[in-house]
T-cell receptor
Framework: DAKTTQPPSMDCAEGRAANLPCNHS???????VYWYRQIHSQGPQYIIH???NNETNEMASLIITEDRKSSTLILPHATLRDTAVYYC?????????????FGKGTLLTVNP | DTAVSQTPKYLVTQMGNDKSIKCEQN?????MYWYKQDSKKFLKIMFS???????INETVPNRFSPKSPDKAHLNLHINSLELGDSAVYFC????????????FGEGSRLTVL
């Protein structure tokens, strides 16, 4: 699986958009980008994933650059409850003998 | 109705003891996992089971023995507990063929004194 690089921490004002970057310059053509988050003292939670196209769901938007070497997770209107560690993971989709590997992630702090 | 539930949520015990953590999922998933999150917050997979069959064992000491009585349950038994076993243990589940979409439990914080 391709390696990802994320800033260790970011701040965002409540109500503003939070843009979390992820670099994955060695990504291969069949690898997806996944985002999870972990709110303090809780288990990680799936947010969104994508391959090439930008994706949006009720939680967030995922913007993947055309060369796929980086992506940005966007929380359009951050709330205090979005304070969490956000993990960007790159891997080939599917497969049964598989493990999802979490890196250090980005600690997003949403300030009032 | 909790999707992935773990018990106990907190566990404090002495070195050398044997303890178990239970996990149950009501999502109808075929695959279950145990992850360990240490004090540095790294989240690492320990085991995964698919339909009660062990499919991933990540060089975990054999003091750790997962048991899956059925596909909705994956329990973790730990023998001869050591200080380094102190961590938060997370259970997770997914459908077969979609191991990227994990549903995690709330975690069980184990403290070994």
């Amino acid at each position: 699986d391709a390696k990802t690089t994320q800033p260790p921490s970011m701040d965002c004002a409540e109500g503003r958009a939070a843009n979390l970057p992820c670099n994955h310059s060695t990504i291969s053509g069949n690898e997806y980008v996944y985002w999870y988050r972990q709110i303090h003292s809780q288990g990680p939670q799936y947010i969104i994933h994508g391959l090439k196209n930008n994706e949006t769901n009720e939680m967030a938007s995922l913007i993947i650059t055309e060369d796929r070497k980086s992506s940005t997770l966007i929380l359009p209107h951050a709330t205090l409850r979005d304070t969490a560690v956000y993990y960007c993971i790159v891997r080939v989709g599917g497969g049964s003998n598989y493990k999802l590997t979490f890196g250090k992630g980005t600690l997003l702090t949403v300030n009032p | 109705d909790t999707a992935v539930s773990q018990t106990p949520k907190y566990l404090v015990t002495q070195m050398g003891n044997d303890k178990s953590i239970k996990c149950e999922q009501n999502l109808g998933h075929d695959t279950m996992y145990w992850y360990k999150q240490d004090s540095k917050k790294f989240l690492k997979i320990m085991f995964s089971y698919n339909n009660k069959e062990l499919i991933i064992n990540e060089t975990v000491p054999n003091r750790f023995s997962p048991k899956s009585p059925d596909k909705a349950h994956l329990n973790l038994h730990i023998n001869s507990l050591e200080l380094g076993d102190s961590a938060v243990y997370f259970c997770a589940s997914s459908r077969s063929g979609t191991p990227d979409f994990l549903f995690f439990g709330e975690g069980s914080r184990l403290t070994v004194l």
